[in-house]
């Protein structure tokens, strides 16, 4: 599955939930493995390509039921998954090796803005953003994949089909900032919020894209705030 939207959408929160129903320890499992950025090396492609082939296979050699999370692919470089296409590939068969029970999750900010514009064109023209359907986002998640600069452009893994799935993460509004805010508020302070503290906080961390409906952040970033507004403000 590949994962696509703009920052504090919840992409990572979601990979989390993944990782929460399939493994005892979620996150903490052994069976966990997460590969950010700055673990795989920019520059050195062919080394990548290689050392990534081999811990996957490490991996499944001990459990074929393993979780491979890939997070801020549009930072790596293009081609540093061609050598696990095969791997992904749900009919390949290498010997001693089952791939086929391993999920493999991609995420990247690629094709969020143009998911964004999308939505505000299918708001605009009068349809509710909960009356939309994966259909609607899907495609442009995997061509803005595909075309912008990152882990996957030009990809083979896409040129293979071997993605199942292209999730669109839709970009957050006030009201579900908003909503951020009070679980944050609640779990971090410890008593109930009003608006005039949302209002405050949304004033002090968040900011709105051009088109002033979706936020540039997301949730992201928010209990920091939170927590600097309780301990200025008791
Ligand atoms: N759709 C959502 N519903 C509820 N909470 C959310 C949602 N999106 C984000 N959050 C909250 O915001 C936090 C940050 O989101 P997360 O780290 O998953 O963003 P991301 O999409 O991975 O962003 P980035 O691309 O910058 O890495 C989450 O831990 C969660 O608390
Ligand atoms: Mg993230």
Redesign the pocket.
């Known amino acids: 599955m590949s994962f696509h939207?703009?920052?504090?959408?919840?992409?990572?929160?979601?990979s989390d939930f993944v990782a929460q129903a399939l493994y005892q320890k979620g996150i903490e499992s052994n069976y966990v493995h997460k590969y950010t950025a700055d673990i795989i090396i920019f520059d050195e492609l062919v080394m990548n390509q290689f050392s990534l082939a081999a811990g996957i296979k490490k991996a499944i050699k001990d459990c074929p039921y393993s979780l491979f999370i890939f997070?801020?692919i549009e930072k790596l470089k293009p081609g540093v998954f061609d050598a696990i296409v095969n791997l992904l590939d749900h009919h390949s068969s290498l010997k001693g090796y089952d791939f086929s029970k391993a999920i493999f999750i991609f995420?990247s900010?690629s094709a969020g803005t143009e998911i964004a514009v999308k939505l505000k064109s299918i708001t605009d023209s009068g349809r509710f953003r909960d009356e939309t359907t994966l259909v609607d986002f899907e495609r442009i998640a995997e061509l803005g994949a595909y075309n912008v600069v990152g882990g996957l452009q030009d990809s083979k893994l896409i040129e293979s089909h071997v993605i199942d799935h292209f999730v669109p993460?839709l970009p957050?509004e006030q009201r579900?900032v908003e909503q951020?805010i009070k679980k944050e508020f609640n779990k971090i302070c410890h008593r109930s919020t009003s608006d005039k503290i949302i209002s405050d906080i949304m004033k002090a961390a968040v900011t709105f894209d051009e088109t002033h409906v979706y936020s540039n952040n997301?949730?992201?970033r928010?209990s920091k705030k939170v927590e600097a507004y309780c301990y200025m403000n008791t």
């Open positions: 939207g703009t920052s504090g959408t919840g992409k990572n929160f979601v997070d801020e995420l900010n993460f957050l579900h951020c997301g949730c992201k928010l």
